[in-house]
């Protein structure tokens, strides 16, 4: 049977445990990613943030309400109130307003020192800290992804290779129960490949275990179909030369593309604005007023206007001022620690990855592992002609799958070390 039939009959024995086939959908990473943009049901949510900051803006820059108000209405009259038959308060128009007293006012609040000005530059710098924040949140998100992808191609790999050593010992152990039929080979070499192969078939649910979670943290991240088996189609991995790298060009990359880096400094740009709004609140705004009285004073239809102000005697916004001012230094501080463990971070993953780099080039060039399938097959065939002991097939077994693992494992492990890298530093290195 061939390999890649092999390998679709597992699949497909595996999902259909409870009686339904699950499809099995190929993708390569770009497509993954693509996914990802437009269905992570997370990033979708932290967009929304950045409207509501929008609509924040839009809102401060609104002028108040005016305010309008009706009193001072007698809603019956009698001849003593108006002080005999000879007072009569005139109608405003036909019988309407007759022997009847009322005042209105209409007042707006006007806003001094541009407090509406300060207000939106403020909930500007809002907006990009919520913008900020979406791209602090896809970061996070996409490393996360890309090593849930990392972690499938390492385990479809794998299962690979233990399907192959499966169908070899299939094949061994079905030669070798001809030969315990007629008495040729004893029962004892039969039964060590079978508890060979039985070692090897928990090994095998073991990983398709933790593929299982594997797949249920990817498709979570795409929002994908749960009855859906995603299989990536895997390569080489995408990696730069650390050699070619500097500190001091990652943390230049860092400060300019880093999301938390660029949140810091917002935070202190809010700060300030903040104080400047907080500033402007001491001086007091004005109420402006036109009035108008029926028969309320001297004359029955009068017209007045007026303004009003709170006098600044006590509270001149004193707390909030310091409070602001407070802030300031607080986020400075935190800027600079922030900026420290930025760097921090930066250099052990660099560290970590010129590390896995050159463990991963050791592996490309050693010839033997290149060599192993083709041992497979000679080292089964000589241990069917007596040419070698079992003790020496089931030893190169283990070798030769020690050593796939180790290169599986470089692979996933350089990958996952550049992805972490090019997290720390907030941007794609190129």
């Avoid at 990033?43 to 839009?58: D, P, Q, R, T």
Wanted: net charge neutral; aromatic share 8%.
């Amino acid at each position: 049977m061939k390999k890649s039939s092999l390998l679709l009959f597992y699949f497909l024995f595996i999902t259909s445990v409870s009686g339904q086939v699950q499809p099995i959908l190929k993708l390569t990473s770009e497509q993954i990613e693509g996914l990802f943009i437009r269905q992570n049901l997370q990033l979708i949510s932290e967009k929304c943030n950045i409207s509501m900051a929008e609509a924040a803006i839009a809102q401060a820059k609104l002028w108040d309400n005016p305010g309008i108000s009706l009193g001072n209405v007698n809603l019956w009259s009698t001849s003593s109130q108006r002080g005999g038959e000879s007072e009569v308060i005139p109608p405003l128009f036909g019988s309407f307003g007759k022997n009847t007293e009322f005042s209105v006012e209409l007042s707006q609040l006007i806003q001094t020192a541009n407090k509406r000005g300060r207000l939106v530059n403020r909930e500007k710098v809002s907006k990009e800290m919520a913008v900020r924040n979406f791209e602090e949140v896809l970061s996070g998100l996409r490393t996360e992804l890309r090593r849930s992808m990392d972690e499938i191609i390492y385990l479809q790999s794998y299962s690979k290779i233990l399907i192959q050593q499966e169908s070899s010992l299939d094949n061994l152990i079905g030669s070798y129960k001809k030969q315990v039929q007629q008495g040729n080979l004893s029962k004892m070499e039969l039964l060590r490949l079978q508890s060979s192969l039985l070692e090897l078939n928990n090994e095998m649910n073991e990983v398709q275990t933790e593929l299982n979670a594997r797949q249920r943290t990817l498709k979570v991240l795409l929002n994908a179909d749960p009855l859906q088996i995603i299989e990536i189609e895997s390569g080489e991995p995408v990696v730069k030369d650390p050699d070619e790298m500097t500190f001091s060009n990652l943390f230049e990359l860092a400060s300019e593309n880093r999301p938390d880096l660029q949140l810091s400094r917002l935070k202190m740009q809010y700060d300030e604005k903040n104080l400047s709004y907080e500033k402007a609140m001491r001086v007091p705004d004005l109420n402006f007023s036109v009035s108008y009285d029926r028969a309320g004073g001297v004359w029955n239809d009068f017209i007045g206007f007026g303004v009003s102000f709170d006098l600044p005697v006590f509270n001149r916004n004193q707390g909030n001022i310091k409070a602001a001012q407070i802030s300031i230094d607080q986020n400075n501080y935190l800027n600079k620690q922030q900026i420290n463990v930025a760097q921090q971070e930066i250099i052990e993953a660099y560290n970590n990855y010129i590390r896995q780099y050159r463990f991963y080039n050791k592996t490309k060039e050693n010839t033997l592992f290149a060599e192993l399938d083709n041992m497979l097959d000679s080292y089964a065939r000589g241990l069917l002609n007596r040419n070698i002991s079992m003790l020496e097939y089931i030893d190169f077994m283990d070798t030769y799958k020690s050593n796939k693992q180790t290169m599986l494992l470089a692979r996933k492990n350089l990958a996952i070390q550049f992805e972490e890298l090019q997290f720390t530093v907030g941007t794609s290195i190129k």
